[in-house]
């Protein structure tokens, strides 16, 4: 199986930083995409930012130029780095990876429990 913990969310003026971390663990074989997805109250869940074991990265049109995705593949685990927060980054955010493991062996999709953050204006 394969476990994620975020970590990072929290609250902070528009306009501040923020940078969230996700770390999978668990009998991981390999893991393809990381990325990381959003969820505001009474809207459905959005692709934020992702990145691929290669190093490609993708990026919703909202968030271009002010968030970077970046990984750590040897201690697997996504970063993202949050600037120019606007009120509208208002949500949970849920890390997302598509990966490989001891019990299953073909490519799955795991998500993070979420973290909030919210944006003051």
């Known amino acids: 199986q394969v476990q994620l913990v975020e970590s990072g969310g929290g609250l902070v003026q528009a306009g501040g930083s923020l940078r969230l971390s996700c770390a999978a663990s668990g009998s991981i074989f390999s893991i393809n995409v990381m990325g990381w997805y959003r969820q505001a109250p009474e809207k459905q869940r959005e692709s934020v930012a992702n990145i691929t074991s290669g190093g490609s990265r993708n990026y919703a049109g909202s968030v271009w130029g002010r968030f970077t995705i970046s990984r750590d593949n040897a201690k697997n685990t996504v970063y993202l780095q949050m600037n120019s927060l606007k009120p509208e980054d208002t949500a949970v955010y849920y890390c997302?990876?598509?990966?490989?493991?001891?019990?299953?062996?073909?490519?799955?999709?795991?998500w993070g429990q979420g973290t909030q953050v919210t944006v003051s204006s």
């Open positions: 997302h990876v598509i990966a490989t493991s001891r019990e299953f062996p073909t490519w799955g999709n795991y």
